[in-house]
């Protein structure tokens, strides 16, 4: 009777925390169609925030200053300033864009947090609110603090039934949520109910935050965890009902207590860590769900470059001799960052196929790479070659065994159930991989008296690794089966009804790019020549996974060459900022920054510097056969400085004026892109690029 008591006395404080962060993750993706993923960092940044003004350690403000500052002027400013400056641009972007700039957040806020309370020399902690004091129920001290986080969950629920149901602001939240054109038409702005919506949701995650920091020390990746936990609750409720929402977070935080309780009698990988990830997959696959993107899906047109083969070809032949170089001219950290890069870019690269060509959102790269290195670590501990063949059959089976289930899942649900995938690996398998768990020696390949044991031999190889495998993408992107990904990606049901089968080509795009991952953390491995969960984890260790798959956005996920630049990126980061001290803050926060950036740039890096270049090129050979307009010609040569600067201040001519016009007669095709250029219409033109259809 009192193991039962007490499982329904932390059971019902959990879910009370649960469900406050929940609420403000259903309400902004709601009214924005934007899940949130820095929802986590918000809370961690917030209780932060309270701890520096309250704690005798800091400011030392008496603690009802100390929440109002936090949770009334703090929290909502946060909430207005990232839907002003970051989401607002997201309305019209792609679906991949639109996940991965709050990623890019979460990485941001993160980061920001350890810059400003750095772990090893702020000892943050936060007493509960009247520590020490307790009432008796039946035998079970509860505390002042477990009924207060009780009694603000059942007062959020309250207002927000009172706000959504008896306010203007509350119809005109539920009438965007419900139609966000109509909702306009009819008098309300929707951008303005997104920053309410927006503000809101960050006092929720702050109240989150200020109620579960005191059960845990203040830590920046173990608090946006617990709150990510709820994301399992807010998909009980498809990220829309309130009350389902409530009701999951009641089921999950029963489940941790109880699986607390009772942990020394069930599997091990059944603990409390990994109870919210088995939960998030399977509401994900049972409960049915609605589109992931709200107000319309948008295709996502991102460019993709189609380099020839002998283009890649060349290209991997310059890798591998800059490869045979690196060791004549580099040493130290900065060599075994690059030889570092190279294994991250591979991992970076299954990321290609994916989701750069198929359409298909992951966040799994890294936990297929500790499966293809506990797989090595297993089959051949002595790192014979012949145990990369396990590591290829293992991948490619555990990767379409992690589609099948997720066949029906597109967008945002997906990208959440390869998240918990990757968490499931994080918290229950390589832990309980004893031999894995304890940083295995991982010896370099060696056959016969071949061996690679020489970082030299080793960096040269894994050049000639990424090469051979982008090559292969590249063929594959421009074959039949590339096509058939693409065709997926830009319409599955279109796909189905010409015949292709969507289900297969899923299954065959996860296999392959979790054999490509697993073949990356293979090399990871060899080259530290050790390895361990930490070094596959989503948000810990010296490469968290979750800012390697941003930086592969950033560098062009649907190009070989922006994923050899985002895994190079990431690890050269933490060098620039070593090299330059004054640079070692913006290097640390730069990953979640460059993931911001996209707001600006979805097409990558790569993308953009491949298209300034060729238009820059374009011009100076224009200029020479005397066609280039006389306006671009000042942007070509010595003064294209300042015929830029001068651009900017005076704008340009336009190509047409009205009285230029033709009545009467037909216009040149001169004029017709002048009219283009002017009143952003087509003229009845087709449109060349068939996604648009």
Request: aromatic share 6%; hydrophobic share 55%; charged share 10%.
């Amino acid at each position: 009777m009192d193991s039962l008591l007490t499982i329904v006395v932390f059971g019902l404080t959990a879910a009370a925390i649960y469900a406050v962060a929940a609420s403000g993750l259903v309400l902004t993706f709601t009214t924005s169609g934007i899940f949130n993923f820095a929802h986590g960092a918000i809370a961690m940044f917030c209780a932060y925030v309270y701890w520096q003004l309250s704690s005798p350690d800091a400011w030392g403000l008496p603690v009802p200053v100390a929440l109002v500052l936090t949770l009334v002027v703090f929290a909502p400013l946060m909430g207005l300033f990232i839907d002003r400056v970051l989401m607002r641009g997201l309305t019209e972007a792609p679906p991949t864009i639109r996940l991965v700039v709050p990623i890019g957040l979460l990485v941001a806020l993160i980061q920001l947090a350890s810059i400003i309370w750095p772990p090893n020399e702020v000892i943050a902690n936060l007493p509960e609110f009247f520590r020490g004091k307790s009432i008796d129920v039946a035998g079970i001290a509860v505390t002042y603090h477990q009924i207060i986080t009780m009694a603000v969950a059942v007062a959020v629920a309250g207002t927000l039934r009172v706000v959504l149901y008896n306010t203007r602001i509350g119809v005109a939240m539920r009438g965007v949520v419900d139609d966000r054109e109509l909702a306009a038409l009819n008098g309300s702005n929707p951008q303005t109910v997104s920053t309410i919506a927006w503000a809101l949701g960050c006092v929720l995650a702050g109240v989150a935050g200020v109620l579960v920091a005191p059960i845990l020390r203040l830590d920046q990746i173990q608090l946006t965890f617990l709150v990510i936990n709820a994301y399992a609750a807010a998909m009980v409720g498809r990220l829309k009902s309130l009350p389902l929402t409530a009701l999951g977070a009641l089921i999950l935080g029963l489940s941790r207590e109880t699986v607390r309780m009772y942990d020394a009698n069930l599997p091990d990988w059944i603990n409390v860590d990994s109870v919210p990830v088995i939960m998030l997959f399977i509401v994900l696959l049972v409960v049915p769900q609605q589109k992931a993107e709200l107000f319309g899906g948008r295709a996502d047109k991102t460019r993709m470059p189609k380099p020839t083969i002998t283009e890649a070809l060349l290209a991997s032949v310059g890798l591998v001799l800059v490869a045979i170089l690196i060791p004549m001219v580099m040493e130290g950290n900065v060599f075994n960052a690059i030889g570092s890069g190279f294994a991250i870019a591979l991992i970076a690269l299954s990321l290609v196929p994916l989701t750069g060509i198929a359409g298909q959102i992951s966040l799994a790269p890294f936990a297929f790479a500790g499966i293809g290195a506990m797989t090595m670590h297993l089959v051949s501990p002595g790192g014979s070659p012949l145990g990369l063949l396990a590591v290829v059959v293992v991948c490619a089976v555990v990767g379409a065994v992690v589609a099948l289930p997720t066949l029906k899942l597109r967008g945002l649900y997906l990208a959440l159930a390869t998240m918990a995938f990757a968490l499931f690996c994080e918290k229950a398998i390589y832990p309980n991989v004893e031999s894995f768990h304890a940083s295995p020696n991982f010896p370099r390949f060696a056959v016969g008296g071949l061996s690679l044991a020489g970082d030299g031999a080793y960096l040269t190889f894994m050049a000639v690794v990424f090469s051979a495998c982008g090559v292969g993408v590249t063929h594959l992107r421009r074959g039949p089966f590339g096509r058939r990904l693409q065709a997926m990606k830009d319409s599955p049901a279109g796909s189905a009804t010409i015949g292709l089968d969507v289900a297969r080509l899923k299954v065959q795009a996860f296999a392959l790019s979790a054999v490509i991952a697993g073949i990356g953390g293979v090399l990871l491995a060899q080259w530290r020549t050790q390895a361990g969960p930490s070094q596959y984890a989503l948000l810990e260790g010296a490469v968290p996974a979750l800012p390697t798959v941003l930086m592969a956005v950033v560098g062009g996920i649907a190009a070989v060459s922006g994923a050899f630049l985002g895994g190079m990126l990431i690890v050269m980061f933490p060098i620039i900022g070593e090299t330059y001290p004054f640079l070692k803050n913006l290097m640390i926060i730069a990953p979640g920054l460059a993931g911001i950036s996209l707001v600006a740039n979805p097409d990558g890096a790569v993308s953009q510097v491949v298209q300034r270049v060729t238009g820059e090129l374009e011009r100076r050979r224009q200029k020479r056969l005397g066609t280039l307009d006389i306006d671009d010609r000042q942007a070509v040569g010595p003064g294209a400085l300042s015929a830029r600067l001068r651009a900017l201040i005076v704008p340009p001519r336009s190509a047409v004026l009205p009285e230029e016009i033709p009545i009467g007669r037909g216009a040149t095709a001169e004029q017709l892109a002048g009219l283009d250029g002017e009143l952003g219409l087509n003229w009845g033109r087709c449109d060349a690029d068939p996604r648009s259809a």
